[in-house]
């Protein structure tokens, strides 16, 4: 039976760093991985913010358009 410390891998590096080795690799990809769920969810805010915004513009076009075509009716005061 082998034991532990005379495992290694192909390039021939003991089994604790190895097992660092591995243990690092997982953090990077979750860290990884953090980053690109961030990303895709300030992507996806930002899709959508500048939508609304959009649809501020063409509101507020449209609003002053109505306006200047049919002005409010003068109010007479007493």
């Not at 990077?28 to 769920?37: D, G, Y």
């Not at 930002?46 to 358009?65: C, Q, R, Y």
Request: proline letters at 5%.
């Amino acid at each position: 039976m082998l034991r532990r410390d005379k495992l290694s891998n192909a390039f021939g590096v003991p089994y604790p760093v190895t097992t660092g080795m591995n243990k690092l690799g997982w953090r990077q990809w979750l860290v990884v991985l953090a980053f690109v769920l961030v990303v895709q969810a300030i992507a996806e805010i930002l899709g959508n913010l500048a939508w609304e915004i959009a649809g501020l513009i063409v509101t507020v076009i449209l609003g002053w358009t109505l306006v200047r075509i049919y002005p409010p009716a003068a109010t007479e005061e007493r």
